[in-house]
């Protein structure tokens, strides 16, 4: 039985109490924190999909994400555990020389607006290959999957766990974390697997899921297996904009 579904039942009963008993909690009405996270890490998931599924408008997207993101990232502050740490290269066993172009020239942010979703222009994003010729998801040298690690300290604030060959999703299984001490979100795309899901706190070099070959155009066999990383930093107003996060790899360590 997972944690999630332990939350929900533990507060359905605690609300259900509260409403027989008219008493409140420690003098106010608020939720506690963990289930108030969990809720709030769930419809941040559901806006992602409203957005990249073009059913909700630019505006009213950014408003949500205002409104949804600040309570996030107060309640990871308020986790002792969690700590500013260092980074960890996303490709367990492989480092820079798999990083696709030269010196990160792939990274190509023209015309990319977070709000267009599934149809947005522009490859704003570091895409790591892995050795594997027969495209089976499994490294040709080591005979075994290749694990994603977490590149950084953060919350799981969106995932999709579920592709197929016949759906147009871009990103495939996809992961998406939110950082708060460098108030950016880190998006993990074309996973063969997944290991998280909303409202996980993750550390750096967590394994977060496996290199695979989910989504529309990673799916195809001219696609070598690739982890697609982007990073999408957040201005004052929680606007994302891209950011070329190539330094910050050279910057990693391996694990």
């Not at 939350?7 to 109490?17: A, Y």
């Not at 792939?106 to 490859?123: A, E, I, M, P, T």
Request: charged share 20%; proline share 4%; aromatic share 12%.
């Amino acid at each position: 039985m997972n944690r999630s579904f332990l939350i929900c039942i533990f507060c359905i009963f605690s609300l259900q109490c509260f409403e027989q008993t008219g008493m409140e909690f420690a003098g106010t009405t608020k939720l506690i924190p963990e289930y108030e996270i969990f809720l709030k890490c769930s419809e941040f998931n559901h806006l992602n999909a409203k957005i990249r599924d073009g059913l909700i408008s630019n505006k009213e997207a950014l408003r949500q994400i205002q409104i949804i993101l600040p309570q996030i990232k107060k309640y990871f502050f308020q986790q002792d555990s969690i700590h500013k740490s260092k980074l960890i290269f996303p490709v367990q066993g492989y480092y820079l020389n798999a990083i696709g172009g030269r010196n990160g020239n792939g990274y190509n942010s023209s015309g990319y607006n977070f709000f267009d979703g599934n149809k947005h222009l522009g490859h704003p994003a570091q895409d790591i290959f892995i050795i594997d010729k027969n495209q089976d998801c499994i490294d040709d040298l080591t005979k075994k999957k290749v694990n994603v690690l977490s590149m950084s300290e953060g919350i799981v604030v969106a995932t999709e766990p579920i592709w197929d060959t016949k759906s147009k999703l871009r990103g495939g299984k996809y992961i998406l974390i939110y950082n708060p001490n460098s108030n950016s979100l880190l998006y993990y795309a074309h996973n063969d697997t997944i290991f998280v899901q909303p409202c996980d706190i993750v550390h750096s070099g967590d394994i977060i899921g496996i290199v695979g070959r989910t989504g529309l155009n990673a799916f195809k066999k001219r696609s070598p297996t690739h982890l697609h990383l982007m990073q999408l930093k957040l201005d004052d107003n929680f606007y994302p904009k891209p950011e070329d996060c190539y330094k910050d790899l050279t910057k990693s360590k391996t694990k």
